[in-house]
């Protein structure tokens, strides 16, 4: 890291820190447990008092946060003096996952230092890019509460830092880690394993390629006959003993991980622990819909520029067939795979509530109407891809489809992961881009907390202040 480097990423990860300790202070205007709080901070005060064994079944997530924060605070306890009320108390417990988005910042700035080493991408596009990700405000939110997915996004990340430096054993441990927090997370210990098969595949591959233009044999670049050149390859490496043998060489460790999430969901009898009935599996397709348009609006300033819209019209004009296959493929999808969760149209808290009340529940055929703009977000998120090869897309895609689509509820909190991981790879945007994301994120911050603290309102029968929130 350069001096100036140093400078820059030492005041932004203090004016970071500082402004979370002050919303910290602001949110805490909310003294008693908030929605799953009241789950999952009882459960931690009873890990505090030694009570192991006590397990609410309405928790349905493995018990990493509460280990956790045990071993942090009991010892802080200890250090300090603390006795009575503040160990363990809400604020306290809170404070953990502060402490998880500090690790976080820290993480994403040596992920973007890895994965962007070329010169052409300033040190300082480096530390914007990691303070503008570290405040994503479906993230950001929620280290002001005690929720898992502070603590489940830093150690998903830490397992990627360690897989990309090649500690593979120490990935997969913080993988299990990550498992902890949330079930669903084994999805990115098998993408830490899947993109070191990637990466010997398109070394394979560029082997290969070699020898075909030394032949005058090259499929054309983007043609059907390279995807068939591509499965054929696949297929003629993992049939060779060889290759087998040293692939499982190299992801042993992410192996063993998989190994024992399956051994879970033998025993448990499925992959939700506590209360199943609300958390039930389905061929959910138009989430990957959601994701893709979530994306959309999140990453706006680079995947919706009049360029890409312009290129997208060129791309529809000479791939009309193609197109047209798509969007029928898509309007069956949404036709016949759309789900609405019960919590969906119940819970008046939750921002997805507003989106699908004032827009799909409109009229029956805005969920077909939106079928174009699917298509075009989502040609807009491959296309920021095209630096990547083809062996790592199939692998991340193959994790964002498992990641979202066997989910019924749409809750933004689902996407998390795969929007980071799709932004740490996309090319590092101009400056100018990256600075109107991180004013937008901004405003988006500073409006969904203006209306956690001050719009509250209550439910017929119920004196409890409810706040809206993601």
Avoid at 71 to 100: E, Q
């Amino acid at each position: 890291m350069e001096r100036s480097e140093a400078y820059f990423f030492s005041a932004a990860f203090s004016c970071a820190f500082l402004v979370s300790c002050l919303l910290f202070s602001a949110l805490n205007l909310q003294r008693a447990p908030y929605m799953d709080e009241a789950f999952h901070i009882p459960q931690a005060q009873a890990y505090c008092e030694g009570r192991f064994t006590q397990w609410d079944p309405m928790i349905t997530t493995l018990p990493g946060l509460y280990l956790v924060s045990v071993g942090v605070v009991k010892p802080a306890a200890w250090l300090f003096g603390w006795s009575g009320s503040i160990i363990c108390s809400t604020g306290m417990l809170r404070f953990i996952n502060l402490l998880f988005s500090v690790g976080n910042f820290y993480l994403l700035y040596l992920l973007f230092s890895r994965i962007h080493q070329k010169k052409a991408v300033s040190g300082f596009q480096r530390i914007v890019s990691t303070l503008t990700l570290t405040i994503f405000p479906v993230l950001y939110f929620f280290t002001f509460l005690y929720y898992t997915d502070t603590g489940s996004t830093f150690f998903t990340l830490f397992a990627y830092l360690m897989c990309l430096y090649g500690n593979h054993k120490t990935s997969a441990l913080l993988g299990f880690c990550g498992f902890m927090f949330r079930q669903t997370n084994i999805i990115w210990t098998v993408f830490c394993g899947g993109s070191v098969v990637a990466d010997k595949l398109s070394e394979a591959w560029k082997v290969e390629l070699l020898k075909r233009k030394e032949q005058k044999s090259l499929p054309p670049k983007g043609s059907f006959s390279e995807l068939i050149s591509i499965f054929r390859f696949l297929l003629e490496y993992v049939t060779s003993l060889k290759n087998i043998t040293t692939l499982i060489l190299l992801t042993w460790p992410y192996i063993g991980m998989v190994v024992v999430f399956f051994a879970f969901i033998f025993i448990n009898g499925g992959i939700v622990v506590g209360d199943r009935s609300s958390h039930e599996a389905c061929l959910h397709f138009p989430q990957i819909f959601y994701f893709f348009s979530f994306t959309l609006f999140f990453s706006f300033p680079y995947l919706m520029t009049p360029s890409k819209i312009i290129s997208f019209l060129h791309s529809v004009k000479r791939h009309l067939l193609q197109y047209s296959i798509l969007a029928i493929i898509s309007l069956f999808l949404v036709w016949k795979f759309t789900y609405v969760h019960k919590y969906l149209l119940a819970d008046n808290r939750h921002y997805p509530f507003y989106i699908w009340r004032k827009l799909y529940q409109r009229h029956e055929l805005v969920k077909y109407v939106l079928v174009p703009v699917y298509i075009f977000a989502g040609w807009s998120f491959t296309d920021m891809l095209t630096s990547k090869n083809v062996f790592w897309k199939m692998v991340y895609f193959v994790c964002l489809l498992t990641a979202t689509v066997p989910q019924k509820l749409l809750e933004f909190r689902y996407f998390i992961l795969p929007y980071v991981m799709y932004k740490l790879h996309i090319p590092m945007p101009s400056l100018l881009k990256l600075l109107l994301e991180l004013a937008f994120y901004l405003l988006i911050n500073a409006v969904t907390f203006h209306f956690f603290l001050n719009k509250t309102f209550q439910w017929q029968n119920n004196e409890e202040l409810q706040r809206f929130m993601w």
